[in-house]
């Protein structure tokens, strides 16, 4: 059994910050578990550029709000909490929060993230990450 709490986890090396996000990585591949799961905070006002080539990822909103832009499809798509979306096909996007708040969103990742992944130029956690 594993059990770990937020504030345990904060400030340590599994809670990666960087400009426009925050990532508190609970469960990480080393956990064994086949996914790994992360508590995101969307920092207000940003804009990332996403493109997880070499995963898929469900995300889960409990607070605060945003979009999604799919870029190939050119749609865009509130976020609010309660709302779930599955990238199942690598699917490039762009995600903002609203400038008057943070969204925290609940992230499951596929294959599982080994903890200290960033986004590189492309939007994507890199390939060496994944061993």
Same mark, same amino acid.
């Given at each position: 059994?594993?059990?770990?709490?937020?504030?345990?986890?904060?400030?340590?090396?599994?809670?990666?910050?960087?400009?426009?996000?925050?990532?508190?990585?609970?469960?990480?591949?080393?956990?064994?578990?086949?996914?790994?799961?992360?508590?995101?905070?969307?920092?207000?006002?940003?804009?990332?550029?996403?493109?997880? %080539? +070499?995963?898929?990822? #469900?995300?889960?909103?409990?607070?605060?709000?945003?979009?999604?832009? @799919?870029?190939?499809?050119? &749609?865009?798509?509130?976020?609010?909490?309660?709302?779930?979306?599955?990238?199942?096909?690598?699917? %490039? +996007?762009?995600?903002? #929060?609203?400038?008057?708040?943070?969204?925290?969103?609940?992230?499951? @990742?596929?294959?599982?993230? &080994?903890?200290?992944?960033?986004?590189?130029?492309?939007?994507?956690?890199?390939?060496?990450?994944?061993?």
């Amino acid at each position: 059994m594993i059990i770990k709490q937020l504030n345990e986890i904060i400030g340590t090396q599994d809670d990666v910050d960087t400009l426009t996000w925050n990532s508190r990585r609970l469960l990480l591949k080393k956990d064994g578990m086949g996914f790994s799961l992360h508590d995101t905070i969307i920092k207000a006002g940003t804009e990332t550029m996403i493109w997880y %080539k +070499h995963h898929v990822e #469900a995300v889960y909103c409990i607070e605060g709000t945003g979009e999604i832009e @799919f870029l190939k499809e050119n &749609t865009t798509y509130k976020i609010y909490p309660g709302t779930m979306y599955a990238l199942n096909g690598n699917e %490039k +996007h762009l995600l903002r #929060a609203d400038k008057k708040s943070d969204m925290r969103m609940i992230c499951v @990742f596929n294959p599982p993230c &080994t903890g200290r992944e960033i986004h590189d130029e492309d939007g994507a956690y890199t390939v060496n990450h994944l061993d």
